[in-house]
């Protein structure tokens, strides 16, 4: 019996398929859909988030798996370190289990790097995964997530992300067959 996924993309445009919970861009909308969707019935075996992604690091291509996420945009200093939510005692990375890139989430479009989140190793960035691992992470669900490079997080970023947003989806769609056959299946590379 194949294990029950929970697809979750923040826009119909990056992955419009059957099932799939839309939260809209963002943090908030990410959490607010996921926690509903999550206390609505009976929870998945796996949540499986699905989105474009800016690339810091170069030569960085294609579909992407996601280690670990952590948030980009918290900085609340001095109650805690940049990337700490004060209060909270979520570790700065949250981790999917699986091998791949560090993702940091923040709201808003990336157009230049950030110092701060090269020196954290981070690869990609988004606007809607942490708060979807955060989720997880507090509703005892695992999650998995890929991500498909729209843009290089420059000055281009907005017109790249606008002409790739739908290229990653057939990518995206190979390794989700193998998913929901075995949850734990590797990204394979094309």
């Known amino acids: 019996m194949a294990a029950t996924l929970l697809l ?3 826009l119909a445009e990056e992955l419009e398929h059957p099932g799939v919970l839309h939260t809209g861009m963002g943090k908030l909308n990410a959490a607010y859909a996921l926690t509903r969707a999550l206390r609505g019935g009976p929870p998945p075996a796996l949540v499986v988030n699905y ?3 800016g690339g810091l690091k170069p030569g960085l291509s294609g579909l992407v798996e996601v280690a670990g996420v952590l948030q980009a945009d ?3 200093g001095p109650l805690a370190p940049r990337g ?3 209060q909270d005692p979520s570790p700065m990375v949250l981790s999917s289990g699986q091998p791949g890139v560090l993702c940091g989430t923040g709201d808003q479009f990336v157009t230049a790097p950030d110092p701060w989140l090269l ?3 981070v690869e990609v960035v988004d606007m809607e ?5 955060w989720v997880c992470q507090r509703e005892g669900v695992p999650w998995r997530a890929f991500k498909f490079i729209s843009d290089h997080a420059d000055n281009d970023a907005g017109t790249s ?5 739908a290229s990653g989806r057939e990518l995206f769609l190979q390794q989700l067959e193998r998913l ?3 949850p734990t299946a590797p990204l394979e590379a094309p």
């Open 161 to 165: 992300w606008q002409a790739h947003l």
């Open 84 to 86: 700490l939510t004060p």
């Open 119 to 121: 020196e954290q190793g």
């Open 51 to 53: 989105g474009t992604a």
């Open 129 to 133: 995964l942490f708060a979807i691992a």
């Open 74 to 76: 918290m900085n609340a």
């Open 180 to 182: 929901r056959s075995d």
């Open 8 to 10: 979750v993309s923040a």
